[in-house]
């Protein structure tokens, strides 16, 4: 079997490294991937978000199977171009997509669904949506406000704002300034929500839900969820604070209502569906819904399954999923993100990275890659997240300690990493 994995990052390196353990041994190619990604791989170079050449590629390779990593190709409509193609591939198609790439669109479901999430309302208007900002800072002295930009904004769209100059100056910078661009035309302004984040994803084919287990990602540049928002500097899985009940909840009230109302609507989701959550005292609400496998979630996700991966995925092609087609291991899962001195802003490319075998001959260690490439015999600095560096073990507290220890073992120069990744779950167990 022929597959083709789309991106680059950590997200797919563990899909890759799960893939390439499949027991019908497939062969995997990755456009564009990186250094990781090719010890397991063909990587080709084409970049994830050129759909017209990632097309052209497939009509000639004809993968048998195609797997979406990043958001952008699936709201861009990658997978619509594929199947019109006759090309098999797991993803949601540009409509689903859509709960990912309009923020606007995705309240709009959840409204209409009655699924749990912050109030909100909408503007194209910088002037009126400053005047709704005022009246919330002046009924409310300690009030806070979360302005997001509509569209895909790589994780720079949302703002947390304490001050009523910090949520005036997000709406200038998206409606007047368009830092955004087209995808800052339109704004929430959103009610902030108090409590504890957590990412719970499902595979769903349309039709059925099949939850995977639960993870928590750690978005704040520094320890203490200091600084600013990043992608995602580590995660753990499983996040005690999703109880089975709570699971169920989630099932119930987030994934089913809002599978339906697609459906209403014309729109059949086949994927991974991922609800950002905050779990606040009145129960869990959704901050935003994603399209796609999480990063780094994937990476504390997928090394907890059992088994093969591919049929649960073709399943949510088919129409067939069923809740046996993923198992769980019980051990608990951690991952660190090594990143590049001054990421999420600027940072520099190239150094060295040592250390990698190092950390990977330790039991229960896997090193993902995400900004990697091979460079006259040395896997260097490509990107602001440069490592994912993983460890499952018996218990929540072991795989913090084995990662850590595994971190030790690398270094490239400007390398940062959060020391606390795991300290919210270490507490409660
Ligand atoms: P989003 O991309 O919508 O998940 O937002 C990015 C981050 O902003 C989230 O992970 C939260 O930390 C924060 N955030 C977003 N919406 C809210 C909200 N309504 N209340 C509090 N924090 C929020
Ligand atoms: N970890 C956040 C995301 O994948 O969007």
Known sequence: MKILVIGGGGREHALVWKLSRDSTRPSLFCAPGNAGMAELAINVPISAEDVPTLVAWAKTNRPDLTIVGPEVPLCAGLVDQFEKEGLRVFGPCKAAAKL???????????????????????FDDAPRAQRLVQQIFMKQKNAKVVIKA????????VVVCNTVAEAMGAITEALVKKV???AGARVLVEEYLEGEEASVLALVDGEHVVMLSSA???????????????????????????????????????????????????IVYKGVLYAGLMITKSGPKVLEFNCRFGDPETQVILP????????????????????????????????????????PGHYEKGMPIVGISEARSIPGVEVFHAGTKTCEFNVVVNGGRVLGITALKDTIAEAVDTAYKAVKCIRFSGMRFRSDIGARALKKS
């Not at 569209?151 to 720079?156: I, M, P, Q, S, V």
């Not at 899985?237 to 699971?247: F, M």
């Not at 591919?310 to 993100?337: F, H, M, S």
């Open 180 to 182: 955004f661009g087209s």
């Open 100 to 122: 990912e790439g309009s923020k606007i669109f995705a309240k709009e479901v959840m409204d209409a669904a009655g699924v749990p999430t912050a109030k909100s309302q909408w």
């Open 150 to 157: 509509d569209g895909l904004a790589a994780g720079k769209g």
């Open 216 to 266: 928590q990602d750690h978005k704040r540049a520094f320890d203490d969820d200091q600084g600013p928002n990043t992608g995602g500097m580590g995660a753990y899985s499983p996040a005690p604070i999703i109880t089975p009940e709570l699971e169920r909840i989630i099932e119930r009230e987030v994934f089913g209502p809002t599978l339906v109302e697609l459906r209403k609507r014309g």
């Open 304 to 343: 907890r399954i059992k088994g093969d991966l591919i049929p649960a995925l073709e399943a949510c092609i088919d129409g067939n999923l069923t809740p046996d087609l993923v198992r769980w291991k019980p051990q608990a899962c951690v991952c660190v993100v090594a990143a590049a001195d001054g990421y």
